[in-house]
């Protein structure tokens, strides 16, 4: 019989490569390094090398120095290299001359999160952000000819817009951007529609940095189903579901897409529709992977990301997961260092009644009970203050109903401004 051939695309050969400044955090620059390969991996590269080089600035052609760059070119062509990746964004000069010398393709972290981000999108919000963000990062980099990019290489870094937009001109696309946006503004009014409805609801999200067990902790605490796995970006998009506190108060909780470290600013500002999830929250949870072993830098960067997305400031707590991974030592080090957190597992179910706690506890910082007085007259009014609050107790009598409703600091103001003559002190 005749032997059949495989037809599996063997995964791309790349090396990482990464520029620190001289005296800097080596540690730190490696463990950055460690992340990209991670990344490569995800978008299906195999890194069969990775190079530091220490630099007082970098070389303005090619980033690394031209020892540097021989280098690589022999790594090349010994072990049939076909991509290179940086740990920085690099200039469209940095890339063509880089190309031009080693002729294999070139990209740096933003490219490549950007592929997985295109990789994964499913939904139509998602693409069109994604969409958005590759354009914004290409427009600059026209220069280096989309047919040179997506014809002669493919593969990682390429996934795009589309073929139609390789021979667009920079006003085409920007014409092409401002439709996105439109398009983001006409979702993001829909989902504050989808919003307005859980009016009254306490409000959690889930933020952290990139696979920190985010959709893990939502599953096990809403058996929601959401997609899992132990990878970087597993989840684009939010979910939404319901949760039921200790108390038996209802509330909603959102999952939202990971953080990274070196984010581009481009795809934060395309993800705020989706990220707008936790910017309406009362209460954030932070996820840490506390197995990891630069999670205090994480957790510096899940700040710095929500400081620029203005969603500071929010009641917060901060949740330890993969607790299971680390000794008891280190168990009892971090419930010393970070005071008021709750240590976790999410895979294993361990502490995640103590969290469901400590999320009854703050949500109730931030509830008032409201009692009216309503006549028949203003039964009209009924409707609305179940979409704002939750009514916990309607007593029918001769005048009217006398009516109890707790409402989050969100709501309070509007069911006062609504009734606000019928309102017992």
């Not at 936790?278 to 996820?287: C, G, I, N, R």
């Not at 910082?365 to 309607?394: A, F």
Request: glycine share 6%.
């Amino acid at each position: 019989m005749k032997e059949l051939k495989s037809t599996a695309i063997p995964p791309e050969r790349a090396i990482a490569v990464a520029v620190s400044p001289k005296g800097g955090d080596r540690a730190m620059a490696l463990d950055h390094l460690d992340e990209l390969e991670f990344l490569a991996e995800t978008c299906g590269a195999e890194v069969i090398a990775k190079i530091y080089q220490e630099r007082d600035k970098p070389d303005g052609s090619t980033a690394v120095g031209k020892g540097k760059v021989q280098e690589i070119k022999e790594m090349v062509e010994e072990d049939n290299v076909t991509l290179i990746i940086f740990d920085d964004d690099l200039t469209p000069v940095q890339v063509r001359n880089l190309e031009k010398e080693l002729e294999v393709k070139v990209i740096d972290r933003s490219g490549l999160i950007l592929d997985i981000f295109a990789s994964r999108a499913q939904t139509s919000e998602a693409k069109t952000q994604v969409e958005l963000a590759q354009l914004q990062y290409m427009l600059p980099r026209l220069t280096r000819m989309w047919s040179h990019l997506s014809k002669q290489f493919g593969g990682i870094g390429t996934k795009g817009p589309g073929e139609t937009q390789i021979e667009t001109d920079r006003r085409m696309v920007r014409d092409r951007i401002d439709a996105l946006k439109e398009r983001l503004l006409h979702i993001d009014t829909q989902r504050q529609q989808q919003r307005k409805g859980r009016q009254g609801l306490i409000k959690f999200a889930l933020v952290g940095y990139t696979n920190a067990g985010k959709s893990t902790l939502m599953n096990a605490m809403t058996d929601s189903g959401v997609y899992v796995k132990d990878q970087l970006f597993a989840t684009l998009d939010t979910t939404v579901r319901s949760i039921e506190l200790p108390n038996g108060k209802k509330g909603v909780i959102s999952d939202t897409v990971g953080f990274i470290r070196k984010l581009p600013t481009h795809l934060i500002a395309s993800f705020r529709s989706t990220l707008a999830e936790a910017s309406d929250a009362d209460v954030l949870m932070h996820v840490v992977d506390v197995s990891h072993k630069a999670f205090r830098e994480q957790i510096a960067v899940v700040d710095e990301t929500l400081a620029a997305l203005n969603i500071e400031g929010k009641p917060t707590i901060l949740v330890l997961n993969k607790t299971d991974a680390i000794t008891e030592e280190e168990r009892n080090q971090l419930e010393i260092e970070y005071p008021g957190s709750v240590l976790i597992s999410a895979v294993h179910n361990i502490n995640l009644d103590k969290l469901l706690i400590k999320m009854q506890q703050l949500s109730e910082k931030g509830v008032s009970l409201i009692h009216l007085e309503l006549p028949y007259s203003q039964m009209q009014l009924l409707p609305k203050l179940y979409d704002l609050g939750e009514i916990t107790s309607r007593l029918e009598h001769d005048n009217g109903l006398t009516v109890e409703i707790t409402a989050t600091d969100a709501t309070k103001e509007r069911i006062l401004n609504l009734c606000k003559q019928y309102v017992v002190e």
